[in-house]
Every structure is written in C-alpha cells, then in structure tokens.
C-alpha cells in the first residue's frame, strides 16, 4: 500500500532491501511525477542526484527512468553530489524541483528520497502531502522508461553540477584570504559527498588542507554513522591534534551539514556553531535579516537577536519548516540542531560546504583560533550547554505521548519549569532560559531527548530527568 512510503522530517527513507528496495523507490519516484505534472513544471525538468551510499547511482537512474517515463525532462548528476550542490542546480539550471538519492545521516543499511522545489529548498509539509497522496499501490502505477531509451530521446541529460555551484560562491566569500592564512584545516569527509570539496576550493595558497574518510565505503568505518557529532566525530578530533591542526570541519553524508572542531581536539556543538555562524555575519560582516530557528536549537540565537535588533524565528524541526520561513523573510540565516544551516544569498537549503568556509572566514577576519572563538561568543550572549540523548522507541506513541503530557513536572534537573510548548514534541522552557525537548525522530524509530542550559553542572541531571518525564527510566 502506498501508506508504506510516508515523508518525515526530511523526506522518505528506509531500509534497503526490506523497505527501500527498487519497486518501492520507483512508486515514489511516480508520486513525485504526477505532482511536477500537477504542478506545470514537468518541461522545465527535475534534477536528480545521489550520495556515495550503496547502490545510489542505480537508485538515481531508476528515479531518472520513471521521471522521464512520464515525461519529466531529468538532468542528472554524473557523480556523487553534494545536497547544496544538487540544490544549487536548480536555480542554475532553472528547474522546477529535485531528488536526491540519500540518507544523509542514517545508518549504512539505509537510504533515502528526497524532494525539493523550484527554489532548491524543502517543499513544504502540504507539497509533502500530496505527492504522497500520488504514489501509486502497485508497480502498475508506474510509468519507466529504460535509461539509455531515455537519454536517446534527450529527456534525460547527464550534467556535472559542480562548475556552477563553485562559481556562486565567488558572490558569497572571497577565498583568497582563506587560501593566503596558512592554515592546516583537517577535513572529515564522513566517507560522503564533502571529499574533495575543501582541497579543491582552497588549493593554491599557504593553507594546506588533510582529508580523512575521503573515499567511498558504504559501510563507514570508524563511526556509527556519518552524523557530525560525538562518538561519530571522535576519529577526526584525533586526526586534529595529531596533524597540529588549526581547525577540523566536519561534513556529513551528502555534506549538508557541517561539524566543527577546535584546535585542541575539542568537538564544538551543533549549538554554539550556530551561534558563532550568527555571530560572524552580524559581528564580523556587519549585515542584518532575520533569523530562522528550529525549536531545537540555540535560545543564544533569541539573544544576539535583541542585541543586534533583528526579527527571530522559531519553526517546528526540519527544513520543510525552515525553508518556507527562511525564504518568506528573505532571512540572513536559518538552520537546526543537527548541523544544517542556510545562508542569504544561496539556496534555501543547508550547506555544510559554505558552512565550513565561514567558518574558516571567521578565523582568518578575526585572527582567532576556534576555542578562543566559543569563548568571544559566550563573552557576548553567556556560557550555554548542551546535550542529548536519543534511544530507540518502540510501543504506542500516542500512549508515550500521554505519559508525557501527564508527567507535569515542577523542577527538571533541580531548575523550575516556567511553561510547556507543543508544537513539535514536548519542549519544556527552564527557569534559567534553557530547555528540555523531548520530541519523535521524524527520520528514524527513536525517542530524541535535547536540553540546553545554562548551567554546566545540571546538564546530565535534566537529561536524566527528561528521560523519567518520557516513561524510559
């Protein structure tokens, strides 16, 4: 039935061979056909692109089968591409929409689909629903035509995305000072779409640029899987100290995200990287627009806000949410707790490529090394903590839920509970301005528990705390 293939927080995933196989993806692949048709843009074409996982470039050309089989014009990557790249190309390209072959963060036994607009942003929830409303029951539904038929017929091309990506960002950041500052900057690829990036666009300077996990292996050694944050990131922390690093950045499977590390081996938090992003565009580059923000993300945000007077946004979790509110404020920046963050100027889409280099903008306009930077960024908005849990859920949600709601604490972690918020899971805000979320993993089978506080020696005990409020200690 074609309620099997349901979009959560970031598009369709599952796992491959028992969820995700090729019939399922080219049922999806049909419903988002019939909604480009829906929607005029079925001349203009689709891009599709794909990840380094196993069997994405056949994932993508079975997608590409069905597009044209409907008559979709396809133009498609002819290698793994970056997300923000794929995003990027359909603004250049002028298309009406994109999928991309990936799981992004998911484990090595999963893959995912992905879809985009005209912009190169998330479509949004109700866009969301109605290709799912399109996807057919059965493969009888499906309308395929073989690859090289298609190519033939000029319905599919096979482009290389990168050219006109690299030459946007010439509007975005002047990378001869980055080139020019002799820095070593490690680079963890994560084994995905990020390899090669960083050397590429920092060659022929002093800097000097060392990559790990920069080649394809599906199963991703060394980590649990290619998410930017600890125990996945511990690998390149060390790659840090022992090269004499100045920095280490981080990119996730399909380089969307971006991590960061400090020149001691030091892991710097999704949080504070969205602070000190912020930060260097209000503080450094002098420029003003609004804000856009998960609820589960930093309040440091809420704060640079009121210093620097600009508007701040709070959206449900995902960009499907982000990206609307990003694009309707035209905002300077949007992102979320996992790493993904959007600029003015590009796509309404996160780019772990352009992250990582305004990052290593930041250091090179202030002459600051990465933990001197957490440090002027808690001189301005105060020291933040944070921390989460996520443990796999299964039962009743809806019951899991009531445990929650019925929980009503007084105090978390010893700190004052001064109001509830329900508009994506159960965020409850602390005394101290801080929060405790407890939300459903829109992509996974997991229960996410994320605080953020002000206070470094309660951090453990509201997480503990958040636990016992879900039922799960």
Known sequence: MAKDIIFGTDGWRG???????????????????????????AEVGVVVGHDKRFHSENFAAAVAEVLAGNGVRVYLTQEATPTPVISYAVVSLRAGGAVNITASHNPPTDNGFKVRDETGGAIDPEGLAQIEAAIPDGADGVQRMPLQEALDAGL???????????EHLKDLIDLQPIKDAGLTVMVDAM???GAGWFPRLLEGGKTRVVEIHNERNPIFPEMLRPEPIRPNVDAGLKATVDNHADVLLITDGDADRVGLGDENGVFIDQLRAFG??????????GERGDIVKTLSTTTMLNKLGKIYDVPVHETGVGFKFVAPKFSETNA???????????????????????????????????????????????EKVGAHYYDRID?????????????????????????????????DG????????????????????????????????????????????AGLA
């Not at 005394?431 to 453990?460: A, C, M, N």
């Open 15 to 41: 796992e491959i061979a028992r969820d995700y196989t090729f019939a399922t993806l080219q049922r999806a692949a049909q419903g988002f056909a019939s909604y480009m048709k829906q929607q005029g843009k």
């Open 332 to 378: 300077l920046i949007g992102g979320e707790e996992s790493g993904g963050y959007a600029f003015r100027g590009n796509v309404p889409e996160r780019d772990g490529i352009l992250g990582g280099l305004y990052f290593l903008d930041l250091m090179v306009k202030t002459g600051k090394k990465p933990s001197e930077l957490v440090e002027w960024l808690f």
């Open 391 to 423: 443990t796999l859920f299964s039962g009743d949600r809806a019951a899991r839920e009531e445990t929650i709601l019925n929980a009503d604490p007084e105090t978390i972690g010893g700190l004052r509970v001064t109001g509830l918020e329900t508009v």
């Open 276 to 285: 000190l992003l912020a930060y260097y565009l209000l503080e450094v580059r």
């Open 156 to 166: 599919v091309t096979i482009f290389d995305a990168a050219p006109a990506y690299i």
């Open 426 to 469: 159960f965020k409850f805000n602390l005394e101290d301005g801080g929060w405790l979320l407890i939300r459903f993993s829109g992509t996974e089978p997991k229960l996410r528990v994320y605080t953020e506080t002000t206070h470094e020696d309660k951090l453990q005990a509201i997480l503990q705390d958040g636990l016992k409020v």
């Open 191 to 193: 084994w995905g779409n």
